[in-house]
């Protein structure tokens, strides 16, 4: 193997790497419906669920424990304080080649949810798509 050859390959893993987090950022950030949780909003409903487990049928108990679960999950990744923005800025130093070399075009980046500011910030145009 050439030096070009694994020099391309790390290239390779490094922007699928930026590609990738930025992508699972987005998922994990996704908007949804109803209002936005805020912290103490969490830890209220965490209290409620510790109250509503004393009285609970079973099946009701099984439901209210993965509730607890998923709530301190969120609570703990809102806690943990991902850097978007640095994760978008090296995503757009990357995705031009990155979709260009995979044969990724304007139309596919913004099914997966890249914002249309983004991808003009990468020099990802519509042209073609």
């Known amino acids: 193997m050439t030096d070009e050859h694994k020099a391309a390959l790390a290239l390779g893993r490094i922007e699928g790497r930026a590609v990738r987090e930025y992508l699972e950022s987005l998922r994990a950030n996704k908007p949804r419906r109803g209002r936005r949780r805020t912290p103490d909003s969490i830890k209220a409903r965490l209290k409620a ?6 009285d609970a049928d079973p099946l009701t108990e099984l439901k209210l424990r993965q509730e607890r679960r998923n709530l301190e999950k969120e609570l703990h990744t809102r806690s943990s304080g991902v850097d978007h923005a640095a994760i978008e800025k090296s995503f757009i130093s990357v995705a031009k080649s990155y979709g260009e070399r995979q044969g990724i075009n304007y139309s596919a980046w913004r099914e997966v949810g890249v914002d249309a500011a983004v991808l003009k910030k990468a020099g990802i145009t519509r042209k073609g798509s």
């Open 49 to 54: 669920i510790e109250a509503e487990l004393a």
